[in-house]
DNA sequence: GACGTAATTCAAAGCGGTTTGGATGGGTGT
DNA sequence: ACACCCATCCAAACCGCTTTGAATTACGTC
């Protein structure tokens, strides 16, 4: 079933029919139900892609996922693009997903501004140098960054959880607790969300006239086992640590399960405070959360990152939007003060 | 950057460049040769919504994700996603994801249909009772599942892990080592893997003429906490089980922090086996694994069953073809032989 | 009753490719 | 020298929709 048939099943030109169908005013009232209700009746619906040839909008957005920033950020990813997709749908855009391989990602964007193949793209996890804005720009892809990339905050549109500021809150609260020799374990630090933990940590302690220590700063992807490793290795050093920053909650189990080992208790013998993505698989909610945290929903910032991407950027390609997410810090079962020599 | 301006560029027809560039034979090599030069040097690249309507394919492969499936399998569908993804690129195809609340997932289907949004489609976690594959077969949208619906294993396409064989090979271990006690935390049993799982589990009681023990069997979202507190629930009851069987990661680490705060030494005190899709965040690797698991990359079965899907059914909608992958038991640190009564 | 205007409707021209059904011309066999 | 056959290449139709520009009809006005 297609215009055409539709048409002269109703004995009307296809150029009515298509306006009756998308809401154009020429065309009376009547018609339009006539149309509307013979479309229904038998099942006519355009087909995409010579609508999309006809428009010349591919009502489509793209993401390029890098192999190696998927590897790190999966989950953290998915929920992300759960939120983006049904903002998406809402909006009648189709979501398309590239995994390519790092050295790949240009000409991955290449393809699909020559080839036409979305309207925009959404760019993640940028590092704090990043050559991406400068090649949408250059390919004419209108995009929207998850994240910021350094200097160019005013020239880009993105949307951001304010980590700086979600780590520096975090950190006056265990340094008010009395933590002194407090530990990091943060993400890779060539990562912009990365760097901008690391130099809330830093702020707080500087603000205080305090020192951060070198050997409790780690930085790598966030897997299960590297909070463990490291928690084990500096909890068993001569100067243990007394608390933990952690940057994703995956690590922090990892930090819970080494603590256990060293059969110290979370929350009463050592802190721990991490950066919870309200991931739906591990929810750390509840009247009192297992895990003190910085909580952001990443899954609410895909959808509101479609929403602006849509909505702004699209109708006005040059528009420069920027929002930033504040992270809630929420207390729960896993610090408390500094025990006392005993 | 059209075919006109390029065949124009050559002084050759359209049609010639056209051949030409598709690799059709009835073009002479030197005319290809030269046909490629100045389509890399004027940067021609087809436009991909006109190629689709020309020739009525689409390029893309579909993945409906009810929001319902999504919470629940977050992790463990991104990682098929992007195993899919890889192979789907490779062979040119684009992926199109469309997260859908529950209700809205036939719609979804038919618009895809009707549409004629992609060319296929990959159904995700098939269960117990399933209505895609016949909505699907009414569509003509050909389409394979990963996992299987219950007698429609040789009238549909799918992929799975052999569940049952894996969960009764673990389950028989952990009888060997001498545990009568075994809870098992499955995942909802509408869902047709958690339902095989169950069954192994039931086999290897059955065919020893054991039985399994009603208060120590669970079925839930496989969160950490529902790990957690079910554990915590059943091993401060009056006869707490000995061993745990789990259906995934996620909730085998919450039945660990359950077993830690309980004073137990998980592998010693407490044998825990999980089934493990592999996932890169959750690597259980090394010479002895945390976890004593039962193993089968989920990525490797998006991978595979991406390329089943276009090189089988694509060139021929009425193949069926299906694949077993058996998971490796694989032994690691959190079993152990069922301790004597001190 | 002629005329300007607004409200509807339509035929046809794209959009940018692929594919069908010839045309053209050089080489071969007799 | 002639018929025939490939090897190449091309003009035009087609995919199914949107949109331009024009035609038709209806209506109120002077």
Redesign the pocket.
């Given at each position: 079933m297609?215009?055409?048939e539709l048409s002269q099943a109703l004995?009307?030109?296809?150029?009515?029919v298509?306006?009756a169908?998308?809401g154009y005013p020429?065309?009376?009232a009547e018609?339009r139900s006539r149309v509307e209700e013979m479309a229904r009746k038998l099942g006519y619906a355009?087909?995409q892609q010579?609508?999309r040839?006809?428009?010349?909008r591919s009502m489509s957005i793209g993401h390029v996922i890098p192999r190696s920033l998927h590897e790190m950020m999966n989950p953290v990813f998915m929920e992300f693009i759960a939120g983006a997709g049904e903002t998406y749908s809402r909006h009648g855009y189709d979501m398309i997903i590239s995994v390519v391989e790092d050295h790949n990602v240009e000409a991955a964007y290449r393809e699909i501004a020559s080839k036409k193949k979305t309207d925009a793209v959404m760019v993640h996890g940028p590092r704090s140098s990043d050559e991406r804005p400068a090649l949408l720009k250059e390919l004419g892809l209108p995009f929207l960054i998850h994240g910021r990339v350094p200097g160019l905050e005013h020239a880009t549109s993105w949307i951001d959880v304010n980590n700086g500021r979600a780590f520096e809150r975090a950190t006056n609260l265990l340094l008010d607790l009395g933590h002194r020799r407090i530990a990091l374990l943060n993400g890779l630090e060539d990562m912009d969300f990365a760097a901008r933990r690391r130099a809330g940590f830093d702020k707080a302690h500087h603000d205080r006239g305090l020192q951060t220590i070198p050997e409790l700063l780690r930085a790598a992807d966030m897997t299960e086992p590297y909070g463990a490793d490291s928690a084990l290795e500096m909890l068993k050093s001569p100067e243990p640590p007394t608390a933990f920053m952690v940057s994703s909650m995956i690590t922090a189990i990892g930090v819970a399960r080494a603590i256990g080992l060293c059969g110290l208790k979370i929350g009463r013998d050592i802190s721990v405070i991490t950066h919870d993505d309200a991931l739906s698989f591990l929810p750390n909610c509840g009247d009192v959360p297992i895990f003190t945290c910085t909580r952001s929903s990443v899954r609410d910032a895909g959808s509101r990152a479609a929403q602006l991407l849509i909505e702004k950027i699209l109708p006005n390609p040059d528009t420069i939007v920027s929002e930033h997410l504040e992270a809630e810090l929420i207390i729960g079962q896993s610090t408390g003060p500094l025990p006392t020599q005993a």
């Open positions: 297609n215009l055409k004995e009307l030109s296809q150029t009515t298509s306006r169908l998308n020429e065309v009376s018609t355009p087909n010579a609508r040839l006809a428009t010349g």
